[in-house]
């Protein structure tokens, strides 16, 4: 195209200065980074501290032998970065990589191969994985390819949400499994398309954020094992193996075949945004999927080796993230390009958050050791255009690193409370010592974030890493042989507790006693004080059958049966109800840790009770806890929450604490009553007809409201 | 609450010092005894930790409860004994700072914030009690 | 524990932005910032605390510290500590070589 055609004035720089293979060239703009659409052609600029020539190689899609490669004249250079702009390229169709030649004597750590043709660390789209699960040329010498896109996907007035990180109640989904079973009845399963179709069930549920498992480029068909029960492929399904930090996964668009995923990911996120639904997304920055030594090269590796990885002394890949190699993330080159690639997703797709997988890593300096200021979590956590983006931190690794309250999070960061989880857990199986802890996460850890507030801790239960709700008071141990792996992988320790039965069972007492240990985990975590986050399908009781592990199946036993919304709709309204009365209450979503000051009504802003009010047991065999809340309500005025949880396997009368004078005892929930009796919509619980004491069955939970009765 | 036993050296503080969180949340302290049960017991701690353990191995070991009307902490070691609420080190308050030595704050702060310190040597083992009146 | 300690410079004043719990294991960073002002011959040491939520005697140390690292003659102005800070200075008596306020001095 022309650039009249365009509608651009001429410029100087729209002009070749050039000829290489055929093509107009000049001198490129070394930055932005990657390939953008200039007047008249493209501009490419890729950095390489090492290499001693770069070129540019050139196919049209669908073509395993390039049309065109282009050796970068070597004063295309400045510092480390080559960047030259090609013109008369029309950007429909082309997918571009690099030839990069190391210097002539090599240092330990480098592996430079000019045999190879590397992908575009910037590549804003790849090609190469375009249809999720569709068979692929195992020979072809350079399988992922970076693509030219165009950035003109119309917004309207979508801005990020900034939805008040007190209110969010997340919800953690796998783009795929979410729709991909038949039984999701929508018109592409398993894309980002097929998840606007179902924005209508998040809204009913009335979550307010879903955390996209990985939606950056990767390769399902990096593992190469079959699942030894049925001889069926195993896939990398949940996709922790970065291909394309700039790319979204191709296989997740049903648009994906046409290379259009970016406009498709986006109007996902335009359409959640229209819905009130923010979007985080889960981001792997501890490792790529090129591996240890043996791994692929795919782009870093050929590019800049030991600026990229932590490397031992003797250039061997250390392996803190337990999947082959490190990022190495606090280098200051590697810093800039984590930095590029989130500013790029919360400026150009409009993203709302980041969680960091394994973030630990994150803070280990380039020889592996934890620092005490690491400059990229600063880094982000200071940096303007991700001013109003969550953080949130998996604050572990897979190299021993537990941070949990210590992670360095500069009064921004949010961290996955893996204490909430345990001691909820814990509680719930009645474990010995818990019902001190457990009162603690309810108010939301102030012993690990008293400075911090609330509002550090992702409290949940469950998530993708681990078993489901119904699995965790279903199985006393993992059940992964379908992973191939003589059931050795996955985690040992998950303080569940099958209720009496191992597995799938018609005994009516233990299918009454898991219902309740699902309402009862519900409760609590919807009714603590922090950002509650709930795994997809837990809401409707989905099971993996044991599977604590489900990272490598792309079938039932992963994806979201939907028939499960109606088998299970008690649970699911429960879940509802809950969702809302947490809506309706700011005392739980205070981003401040209560403590014994006047919350309301002349009472404390919580107090603990037991059998007697006032009375609270916290001795290592104790299996209640009983919380009153006091605090101001929606509608201003004062208004107290009673929560309380028998573990223990009788049940419990309960003195209640007197209200002040007009109030009255409401029921919100009893987890030990049959539906619909079990909860109430909020604002119309039924008073209570004995304000004085109540009866809180074996192993259940309730929550009552104290307002004035009208 | 369950007893907390840990080696008594600087990288045990932050668990330590959870602990004590933990017993105000239980307690329904109020922000500022909270602060003060908080304060009083870092500066035993560290008393303990950096001159009771300075040269020897050994464990810090804390329980502590939940009374009607107050809540206690009892830091248990092994060091030589040492009576914090006999330390006569009373900082000179009107010097100015700069004329100062550094140290001989914090047993005298432990001792000003709490509502009462009890001391105790029994069976080798130092007994320090912390009390807060949860009103 | 979570604590930061940033410093910055405006014309002769050093401000000393403190957030999150100062405390034994936190406070060799504040002393290191102290430090880095005292080097920068400052005429005024601002610590601005309003996000300072705990302070033990470590802290106390290190105001003692940049007490002797300063000139005589160098303000040290404490800005928005909570009221239990602000107690625990003067129940030590540190009130007399610093000042509160409400505001960052102009």
Known sequence: MSVEAQGVPGRIDSFPTAELAGFGVRAGHPMPFGATLVPGGVNFSVYSSGASAVSLVLFRHGEREPFAELPFPGEYRIGGVWAMTVFGLDHEGVEYGYRVTGPDTPSPGDRFDPARILADPYARTMSGRDVWGAEVDWDDPYPYRSVLASDDFDWEDDRPLRVAPEDLVVYELHVRGFTADPSSGVSAPGTYAGLIEKIPYLKALGVNCVELMPVFEFDEFDMSRVNPVTGERLYNYWGYSTLGFFAPKAGFAATGRYGMQADEFKNLVKELHRAGIAVVLDVVFNHTAEGNENGPTIHFRGLDNGTYYMLTPEGYYYNFSGTGNTFNCNHPVVRDYVLDCLRYWAGEYHIDGFRFDLAAILDRGQDGAPLADPPLIETLAHDPLLRDCLLIAEAWDAGGLYQVGSFPGYQRWSEWNGRYRDALRRFLKADPGSAGELATRLVGSPDLYASRGTLASVNFVTCHDGFTLADLFAYDGKHNEANGEDNRDGNDDNLSWNCGAEGPTRDPEVLALRGRQAKNAMLLLLLSQGIPMILAGDEVGRTQHGNNNAYCHDGPLSWFDWGLAERNGELLRFVRECVAFRAAHPMVRDRRHPCGDEGAGGLPQVSWHGERAGEPDWSEGSALVAMLRSGTAAGGGGEHLYLAANAHWEARELELPALPDGAVWHLFADTGAAAPEDVHTPGQEPPLADQRRIVVGPRAAVALVGRAHH | ?135 | MSFNAILTHDGSTALITLEGELDALTAETFRREVERAAEAAAELLVLEMSQLSYMSSAGLRGLVFARQKLADDVRIVLVGANDAIEQTIRLVGFHHSVDFSDAIPE
């Open chain 2, 1 to 135: 609450m369950e007893r907390l036993r840990l080696p008594a050296e600087p990288e045990s503080l932050d668990e330590l010092m959870a602990y004590v969180q933990t017993l105000s949340a239980l307690g329904g302290l109020t922000r500022t005894r909270a602060h003060w049960l908080r304060l009083a017991a870092e500066e035993l701690i560290v008393n303990i930790i950096t001159h009771g353990h300075r040269d020897r191995p050994g464990e810090l070991e804390l329980t502590g409860g939940v009374e009607p009307r107050r809540v206690w902490l009892r830091l248990s070691d092994a060091a030589p004994p040492f009576d914090p609420t006999a330390y006569e080190a009373v900082p000179d308050l009107e010097r100015p700072l700069g004329e100062r030595r550094p140290g001989g704050l914090g047993v005298y702060l432990a001792r000003t914030v709490a509502d009462e310190v009890r001391y105790e040597y029994s069976s080798g083992r130092n007994e320090t009690t912390i009390i807060m009146n949860r009103v």
